[in-house]
């Protein structure tokens, strides 16, 4: 995980699921994040290792 989403572990709960699906949710940041991919096999890993750094470096204050 890059250095500039590290921080938000502390206060985000997360749960990966079958199938490629995961919710993330970060009550600081007023943030619930829903994913669900159809990609195979290693794709599907590839999504959900990145989807933080994906939603977190678009969100701009």
Same mark, same amino acid.
Do not use: H
């Given at each position: 995980? *890059?250095?500039s989403t590290s921080s938000w572990w502390a206060r985000a709960f !997360?749960? #990966? @699921?079958?199938? @490629? !699906?995961? /919710? /993330?949710?970060?009550? *600081?940041?007023?943030? $619930?994040? $829903?994913? @669900? !991919?159809?990609?195979?096999?290693?794709?599907? *890993?590839?999504?959900?290792? #990145?989807?933080?750094?994906?939603?977190?470096?678009?969100?701009? *204050?």
């Amino acid at each position: 995980m *890059k250095a500039s989403t590290s921080s938000w572990w502390a206060r985000a709960f !997360t749960w #990966n @699921g079958a199938y @490629g !699906t995961q /919710f /993330f949710c970060d009550p *600081k940041e007023r943030l $619930v994040v $829903v994913v @669900g !991919t159809a990609a195979p096999g290693e794709l599907r *890993k590839y999504y959900r290792e #990145n989807v933080q750094d994906i939603v977190y470096g678009a969100m701009v *204050k």
